[in-house]
């Protein structure tokens, strides 16, 4: 094809006229997609190794998905929560019992969720565990992602994310991550919550030392602290398991979920906890015009169904394995670090070779999206239903890029 023939450069520069430049993507213009593969303007086929930072965890349309967002859409789109509609039990019962929890309250955005918990574990704090009124703490790690509002920017270490955004929402304590002597040091009597990601995927796909999340467990219980995991992009299948929490034997006090909910189609986000945790908000404290709403609820249901097979969490953990090794394979070849778990990877590249941007415009170049998080660190994380094949092939295009 000649060059100036292509529809990409203008559909570019199309995309950059009219918006707030508050991203930098790669300038590919993605027009349609299935399963594990996208299609750009031109034609040209890439495989998705991003998979919308884990919002795509079962595949560009999944059918059953499709199908159940198309149904609905026939049908019920949005009532508000003034009114109860015919989606929103099964959603919520299922989801629970996904979670080992009772409740669910289901929510839109992964920063919504994590305002929730960050309200509901205020609130549980003052009337449960008695802290006195205003003094409220919740302790965070450093490294931490957990969403762009004001109150969650404002208990990031990431400058980028954080600066200029003040005055910052008081009442968070940030400690290392993976550091269970300084956490239990930051606790005190009016701390409320732990909140952390048990695994950081902004971060470059960190996994915690050993026992850490444990140790939280048992830390969290000593001093009556809830122990929120946010798992909005470790959970629903990611790491190999339904919680990555889970991996390490562990259940918190609120799952905290979103992405790949809402299957790649619509944004569902929810906050799972039992009844003594939960319970503790009432009508007027708290809500969401779009929050649980039918076409939400339905396309969720059958995320959770397709979760209760355990089919995606199999996947994960067998065709990670064979990720993993493809990937090792290249530590000293252009690659001086890899971690992760199922069909999730950091990757860390030779700084002296190239940048992480470098390396995904290259990748592009060669079929293959993923995207740099910070310097010379990429993360991986294809749809679940990718294949052995389409594996080895973006392991195989990960080896060219690094040799030059
Ligand atoms: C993406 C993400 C969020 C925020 O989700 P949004 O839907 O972008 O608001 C929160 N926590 C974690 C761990 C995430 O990966």
């Not at 929730?116 to 449960?128: L, P, S």
């Not at 703490?137 to 450093?142: G, K, L, P």
């Not at 009844?275 to 779009?290: D, E, I, K, N, Y």
Request: glycine share 10%; charged share 20%.
């Amino acid at each position: 094809m000649i060059e100036d023939m292509l529809r990409t450069p203008a559909a570019v520069r199309d995309a950059e006229r009219h918006t707030a430049h508050n991203y930098h993507p790669l300038p590919v213009v993605i027009s349609s997609a299935e399963g594990a593969w996208v299609t750009d303007v031109d034609g040209r086929r890439y495989l998705d190794c991003l998979a919308g930072y884990s919002a795509l965890n079962f595949g560009h349309r999944h059918p059953t998905l499709i199908a159940a967002a198309h149904a609905q859409l026939d049908r019920l789109t949005l009532t508000s929560r003034a009114f109860v509609h015919d989606q929103f039990a099964d959603f919520c019962r299922e989801l629970a019992a996904l979670c080992g929890k009772d409740l669910v309250l289901p929510m839109n955005t992964g920063a919504e969720a994590v305002e929730t918990g960050i309200k509901v574990a205020r609130k549980w704090g003052y009337q449960v565990k008695g802290v006195p009124d205003g003094q409220a703490t919740i302790v965070v790690a450093d490294g931490n992602f957990h969403g762009r509002t004001t109150t969650i920017v404002s208990f990031s270490t990431d400058e980028d994310a954080r600066a200029d955004f003040g005055p910052y929402t008081p009442g968070f304590r940030i400690v290392p991550y993976g550091d269970l002597a300084a956490l239990a040091e930051a606790v005190d009597e009016h701390t409320v919550a732990v909140l952390l990601e048990p695994i950081q995927g902004e971060q470059g796909v960190v996994v915690p030392p050993e026992g850490y999340l444990a140790g939280v467990r048992r830390l969290c219980d000593e001093r009556t602290v809830l122990f929120i995991a946010d798992e909005i992009q470790s959970g629903l299948g990611r790491t190999g398991a339904t919680f990555a929490c889970e991996q390490e034997g562990v259940v918190p006090d609120m799952y905290l979920l979103g992405k790949a909910l809402g299957g790649g189609i619509v944004p569902v986000s929810a906050v799972a906890a039992d009844a003594a945790v939960l319970g503790v908000l009432r009508p007027g404290q708290h809500g969401s015009t779009f929050g649980g709403n039918p076409l939400a609820c339905a396309v969720a249901t059958e995320v959770v169904r397709l979760l209760a097979t355990g089919e995606f969490q199999r996947r994960s953990t067998e065709l990670g394995e064979r990720l993993h090794a493809g990937l090792r394979a290249l530590i000293g070849k252009g690659l001086v670090a890899v971690r992760g778990r199922g069909l999730w990877v950091g990757l860390d590249i030779d700084p002296t070779l190239m940048s992480g941007r470098e390396a995904c415009e290259r990748l592009m170049e060669r079929g293959v999206l993923a995207k740099d998080t910070h310097g010379s660190t990429i993360r991986l994380a294809p749809p679940l239903v990718i294949t052995e094949e389409e594996i080895d092939h973006a392991v195989a295009q990960l080896t060219a890029v690094l040799a030059g």
